[in-house]
């Protein structure tokens, strides 16, 4: 079954506008990573926030951590068309398998 | 940096057919990961090697499926015999060290069985 759970499963903005999808998770971690995808291609990795950390910065990207809610999520600020994709969460556990959600499907008109 | 080649991007065959899928990973990483995408599923992790060592492979479906890693610059998927269920997109990544950290991925191959 899958760790990350992602929510909405579609989001429709324009473009300017941020953008905030959420990822539930169930069992303990050691990190957690975002990704993203575009159509036909492979995941390309956005960022990744480890377990002692609660919040990490990457250009129009912020990513929160609470490991206490077993939730993260990503904003992009100031979202661009450029930026339609598919995005992903995925865990790291003890375990240390990279589990994948399944996915906010982001589509920013101009 | 060529980044993580895999091959073929397509292939289209039919049921009980043999079909392997070839993965070049990222020279000097020393993890590698075998990815299974549909619609219904999600992002399916198959297997992993660390240094050419298959570590984890409970998630290959069933014995239908093998995977190898000759050297550390090469990894197969193999499937046989193959089954339309099998449809999917199929990807690898590596990564350069423990902790999973950042995967890089390849571009991946989409199967399809008929």
């Known amino acids: 079954s899958q760790q990350g759970e992602e929510d909405p499963q579609a989001l429709s903005i324009q473009e300017g506008e941020n953008a905030t999808m959420n990822c539930s998770y169930k069992?303990?971690?050691?990190?957690l990573q975002w990704y993203r995808q575009n159509s036909g291609r492979g995941l390309v990795h956005l960022i990744l926030?480890?377990?002692?950390?609660r919040e990490k910065h990457s250009g129009r990207l912020r990513v929160t951590l609470d490991t206490s809610k077993k939730s993260s999520s990503l904003l992009i600020t100031a979202s661009r068309a450029a930026d339609t994709a598919s995005y992903f969460c995925?865990?790291?556990?003890?375990?240390?398998?990279?589990?994948f959600g399944q996915g906010t499907e982001l589509s920013v008109k101009p | 940096d060529a980044g993580v080649i895999q091959s073929p991007r397509h292939e289209v065959t039919e049921m009980g057919q043999e079909v392997t899928l070839r993965c070049k990973p990222i020279s000097g990483h020393d993890y590698l990961f075998w990815y299974r995408q549909t619609m219904m599923r999600g992002l399916e992790l198959l297997i992993y090697f660390n240094n050419n060592v298959p570590i984890d492979d409970s998630g290959m479906p069933e014995d239908r499926f093998s995977a190898k890693m000759p050297n550390a610059s090469f990894s197969t998927l193999k499937i046989q015999p193959s089954e339309p269920r099998d449809s999917a997109v199929y990807f690898c990544a590596s990564s350069p060290g423990q902790g999973f950290g950042k995967l890089f991925f390849g571009s991946g191959t989409q199967l399809s069985v008929l």
């Open positions: 069992t303990s971690i050691n990190n």
């Open positions: 995925a865990t790291s556990n003890q375990g240390g398998k990279l589990i």
């Open positions: 926030i480890r377990s002692n950390e």
